[in-house]
């Protein structure tokens, strides 16, 4: 494309990517700077949200979610829920940890998946059987060596709204 001009990949239209997957992506220029802004939408529940991509030669070993949501509301139904997507930027396969650590309750949670290079992970709080319901905090992500990036997708399914930011590299 030239300079000062867009294109936009609508993965619903992109026939060799089956439908209902999610995952990560790597979007590359051939030399020249690009801005890159990622929207999503959930057209059943009315949900959307965006984010800026991450820069190239960003990540780190370690990254923070200072807030994160296990189906937390006042009434403890459906309420705000967080989902962790995580990226491996290495050049191996790794064991990313994610560690949340509840503000309203006290105990940690740990949990661990192995992510190949290029590809990702999701850490979403309400999965995990042994997490209660209502609690809310922050979530640590670490890896045992590769650089990792963190996008952190919170959503109120009964209200329709939505709140994404990429993880803090630490």
Not at 61 to 78: D, F, H, I, R, W
Request: charged share 10%; net charge neutral.
């Amino acid at each position: 494309i030239g300079a000062s001009y867009y294109v936009t990949f609508y993965l619903q239209e992109l026939t060799d990517i089956p439908a209902g997957i999610y995952g990560s992506a790597t979007i590359k220029s051939g030399g020249n700077q690009i801005v890159v802004i990622v929207n999503t939408t959930k057209y059943l529940t009315g949900v959307a949200n965006a984010y800026n991509a991450v820069p190239d030669g960003s990540g780190s070993t370690k990254v923070v979610a200072p807030l994160a949501y296990n189906q937390y509301s006042p009434s403890n139904t459906t309420g705000w829920a967080t989902g962790i997507q995580v990226m491996n930027l290495g050049s191996a396969t790794d064991t990313v940890t994610m560690t949340f650590k509840p503000t309203n309750a006290t105990g940690t949670y740990v949990k661990t998946a192995s992510v190949a290079v290029g590809a990702s992970t999701t850490f979403y709080l309400p999965s995990y059987t042994d997490i209660p319901a209502g609690l809310y905090g922050s979530a640590e992500v670490t890896s045992g060596s590769q650089k990792i990036i963190a996008v952190v997708n919170t959503t109120k399914y009964a209200a329709s709204v939505a709140t994404t930011y990429l993880g803090v590299n630490q």
